[in-house]
């Protein structure tokens, strides 16, 4: 007991410290893009590729050349594509919107993970968390208004990645037991990279100047696309190992802790602060997933 007790603390601690790191990550993406003017297309192409790298530097030297062919090769490039696509969204956004703004909306990708478990897979989804998930919806409607007013249709970018990113976890499940989890990081690296390079090529023929690639200008900037990509991996492989350790259940309130990291760097790096009114719908949000959350644990102990 006292061992598993052990495992479920490091699970967490672990769990908490990716949120930690992740945030930091977005923070970048945001300065690059605002400050620096490098844009959110050349922003996420190097997130990706830099990710891609780490990842085999450390398998090869770990498990050989072999070790990089994956068991799921598509599946794997699939989960790279949905990556790169809410990359793209979501750092075209925090360079217009306030960073918790942004991971605030997404996260109400538990709720559309719950619904794509109903749709896709079919799994049964009882009123009550039919319920919070609609009121998770409310919540982040009262987020995105003030930023419709502002920045129209750029509010709704989060919402695409956390509709792509609720994908790629149902995608994990499938395929999260076929390769090794530095495997499946390798590969969702170079599935959002390739992605990545056609939305930059289709950026570049329509002069859609967030898309267009725009080489950093100097030292500083490079090094900064460089922490993204290790920030990424070390947050991501942090993610996986606490999900080995603890259960889903214990691990998923503190998810949440990315968004008081996401509202204190607003603060003190980009004086951004939320509203009364944003405030409101963060909470409401928070609560809904906490509910399906908790009512997910019920639905598991009961089987």
């Not at 672990?14 to 949120?19: E, K, N, Q, V």
């Not at 691990?251 to 009114?277: C, H, K, N, T």
């Amino acid at each position: 007991m006292e061992n598993t007790t052990s495992q479920q603390l490091q699970g967490v601690s672990l769990m908490a410290g990716a949120m930690f790191l992740l945030p930091i990550m977005d923070a970048i993406a945001k300065w690059l893009s605002t400050v620096d003017s490098v844009s959110p297309g050349t922003v996420t192409l190097f997130r990706f590729a830099f990710q891609a790298v780490l990842a085999a530097l450390i398998i090869v030297p770990t498990t050989g050349l072999g070790s990089l062919r994956p068991v799921k090769l598509w599946g794997n490039l699939f989960r790279g594509f949905l990556m790169g696509v809410g990359g793209l969204c979501f750092y075209a956004a925090i360079k217009y919107m306030p960073l918790a703004d942004a991971i605030a909306v997404f996260f109400v990708e538990p709720l559309m993970l719950t619904m794509l478990s109903a749709i896709v897979l079919k799994e049964h989804v009882g009123w009550r968390r039919w319920i919070a998930v609609a009121t998770g919806f409310i919540g982040t409607l009262i987020v995105i208004q003030p930023s419709w007013e502002l920045f129209g249709w750029v509010s709704i970018l989060p919402l695409v990645t956390a509709a792509s990113f609720a994908l790629y976890l149902m995608l994990n499940r499938r395929y999260g037991t076929a390769d090794t989890p530095l495997v499946m990081q390798l590969y969702a690296g170079v599935g959002g990279t390739l992605t990545v390079l056609v939305a930059l090529f289709f950026g570049a023929a329509y002069e859609l100047g967030d898309m267009m690639f725009s080489l950093p200008a100097n030292a500083l900037s490079w090094s900064l696309l460089l922490l993204m990509g290790v920030i990424a991996t070390t947050g991501h492989q942090l993610i996986t190992n606490a999900s080995r350790l603890a259960p889903a259940s214990l691990l998923a309130p503190f998810q949440y802790l990315e968004i008081v990291m996401a509202v204190l760097i607003g603060l003190f790096v980009f004086s951004e602060f939320p509203s009364a009114s944003k405030w409101l719908g963060i909470a409401i949000i928070v609560a809904s997933g906490a509910y399906l959350i908790w009512r997910e644990g019920k639905r598991k102990a009961r089987a």
